[in-house]
């Protein structure tokens, strides 16, 4: 039986792959900050690295905000492995938030409700995207982007007309963000169930990274497991073949965004029920949506590998709050951004890496 190569275990390829474009992000950053600072680049690349284990309750910050990271990248690795880029995670992870809010304020529901119903407002977003490609096929990432903005001045929109959902209903004296569920609706917080005292008494820490891991396994679960996964699958390959086997391509690219709709509205509700964040009414597309493109990309769309990539960049994400004063929050922005887009690369380097090892492996077997 002959030996197999490493270049032959796709697996192992993936895993370099990100490793390497992790270690390339890194010393780019670190170059970078050379640039920008060059008696503080130690300092700060230390402080990148550090934070995030410096303490438990710096630890508790980077599992809270990895596990919106973590929806917002299964739902655009989910939509990736059925052909398809959605780049509309932002504004459904934003409709998501609203929903979550909406019944949490406004309703006063538990925290169970309304995730459910942030998962439903992000599903509904989802599927905009979704009937234009099939039935137009106008391309996913237009409408998508069209949407995110929509998204964005439809909650704004909503918000600055219903009083009851704003800070200052709550006695509280500014009216540019919504309510404090400490205030407004406890029984709405996600639970800590205890972890807070694990983490030093975090107020960061709640059960939510639980619930990102366990959403993570049920969708690597249906991908792998399901024959739903295998025609959404087939149809990301070639949907006309899928068509030719009997598959319904048109009705399975709707389902898809629907679902990677409901992750990334998960990860909005998961984020702003901690009882931590406010949602403030600006005229900016939420960044977090977007932050799922490397997430998703470093994991190369692996639902498992989601949860390890979306824990490196909230790491690296908490570790750059950290850089300051010694740099300016948008210079720490920049090199946050240089590290996280560069470690995305690992899809290219897979392929290069791919492709290494195997002409290593033929000129070894002729020689």
């Known amino acids: 039986m002959k030996k197999k190569s490493i270049g032959d275990n796709p697996a192992l390829v993936s895993i370099l792959a990100s490793i390497i474009s992790i270690v390339v992000g890194l010393v780019l950053g670190f170059i970078l900050l050379l640039i920008l600072n060059p008696s503080k680049a130690g300092v700060g690349i230390t402080a990148m690295l550090t934070t995030g284990v410096s303490s438990l309750d710096q630890f508790g910050k980077v599992l809270y905000q990895a596990a919106p990271l973590m929806l917002c990248g299964l739902s655009v690795g989910f939509a990736f492995k059925t052909g398809l880029f959605n780049?509309?995670?932002?504004?459904?992870?934003?409709?998501?938030?609203?929903?979550?809010?909406?019944?949490?304020?406004?309703?006063?529901?538990?925290?169970?409700?309304?995730?459910?119903?942030?998962?439903?407002?992000?599903?509904?977003?989802?599927?905009?995207?979704?009937?234009?490609?099939?039935?137009?096929?106008?391309?996913?990432?237009?409408?998508?982007?069209?949407?995110?903005?929509?998204?964005?001045?439809?909650?704004?929109?909503?918000?600055?007309?219903?009083?009851?959902?704003?800070?200052?209903?709550?006695?509280?004296?500014?009216?540019?963000?919504?309510?404090?569920?400490?205030?407004?609706?406890?029984?709405?917080?996600?639970?800590?169930?205890g972890l807070n005292k694990l983490f030093g008494n975090s107020s960061w820490i709640n059960i939510s990274v639980f619930i990102a891991i366990l959403v993570a396994v049920i969708i690597w679960f249906i991908l792998q497991k399901t024959t739903f996964g295998y025609e959404l699958k087939a149809c990301g390959m070639n949907k006309e073949a899928s068509k030719y086997a009997g598959i319904n391509a048109n009705r399975n690219i709707v389902f898809s965004m629907i679902i990677a709709g409901a992750l990334a509205g998960l990860g909005g509700g998961l984020y702003y029920l901690a009882g931590t964040i406010q949602y403030v009414l600006v005229k900016s597309i939420l960044g977090m949506g977007f932050n799922g493109i490397p997430v998703a990309l470093l994991a190369n769309s692996n639902p498992l590998g989601t949860i390890f990539s979306s824990l490196f960049i909230s790491f690296i994400q908490v570790g750059g709050s950290a850089m300051q004063p010694n740099f300016s929050s948008e210079a720490t922005d920049i090199v946050i951004a240089v590290i996280i887009y560069l470690a995305a690369f690992s899809l290219l380097m897979k392929m290069m890496l791919s492709n290494l090892l195997k002409r290593k492996g033929k000129e070894g077997k002729k020689a």
């Open 87 to 193: 780049i509309g995670a932002s504004g459904q992870y934003t409709i998501g938030a609203f929903c979550a809010l909406l019944g949490a304020i406004q309703f006063q529901l538990p925290w169970f409700l309304c995730l459910i119903l942030a998962m439903i407002g992000g599903g509904i977003w989802g599927i905009f995207p979704g009937l234009f490609k099939s039935k137009f096929n106008v391309n996913e990432v237009i409408t998508s982007i069209m949407f995110n903005w929509i998204a964005m001045f439809l909650v704004n929109l909503l918000l600055a007309n219903m009083p009851k959902m704003l800070a200052s209903a709550w006695g509280a004296s500014n009216s540019d963000r919504t309510a404090a569920l400490a205030k407004a609706n406890p029984s709405a917080i996600i639970p800590k169930a």
